[in-house]
């Protein structure tokens, strides 16, 4: 694929685009197996892995603060990661947690978390049951073009998501940087 722009042209390699399903990455995973988005894409080709890229305490984007229900100056600690498919960068990760929540466990550990954090966070007894998305596409950072090595020209899809336990609290606020020429996003609604 060629795409070309005000005289200039970049090569795409061809790849064929990926369905996420949001939902199906809110479970803990089994313990000691792998996260949940590693255990989904197990029968692709390439093989699914993630790069542990930082784990910080940090005053967290005002959109997330808004979302874990903080105000300036609390605290969360941030872990992101670069997900991929084989040697390709598939998705920019950025979790955010309260910090009186996180503090003392393996959210804050530079290493990865077996089970993925669902599973800390049902072990301190605050499991996801419920997530609220915002997506949205825009123009890459510098940073997102360079570590998803996107085309020049291409959007994103970011996407927000906020995740709840039983009685309502945020425990969670995640944000998802895709290419957005790779994905598509699927979600299912019950009526009621």
Do not use: N
């Not at 694929?1 to 479970?27: D, H, I, K």
């Amino acid at each position: 694929l060629v795409v070309g722009r005000a005289g200039a042209s970049v090569t795409v390699r061809a790849r064929r685009q990926r369905t996420v399903r949001p939902s199906s990455y809110l479970a803990a995973g089994a313990s000691g197996t792998p996260s949940r988005w590693l255990a989904e894409t197990d029968d692709e080709t390439p093989p699914a892995r993630s790069e542990l890229l930082d784990v910080a305490e940090c005053v967290p984007p005002a959109d997330v603060r808004a979302a874990l229900g903080t105000g300036e100056p609390d605290l969360a600690v941030r872990r992101r990661q670069l997900l991929l498919l084989g040697e390709d960068p598939a998705e920019l990760v950025t979790s955010y947690y309260p910090a009186t929540l996180a503090r003392g466990t393996a959210l804050t550990v530079r290493r990865k978390i077996r089970g993925g954090a669902p599973a800390v966070l049902a072990e301190l007894g605050v499991p996801p049951r419920r997530c609220v998305d915002r997506v949205s596409a825009r123009v890459p950072t510098q940073e997102e073009h360079r570590l998803l090595r996107l085309p020049t020209g291409l959007p994103v899809l970011r996407t927000l998501r906020v995740a709840f336990s039983a009685d309502g609290t945020p425990v969670e606020a995640t944000v998802m940087v895709k290419a957005g020429h790779l994905y598509e996003l699927e979600y299912g609604f019950g009526v009621a």
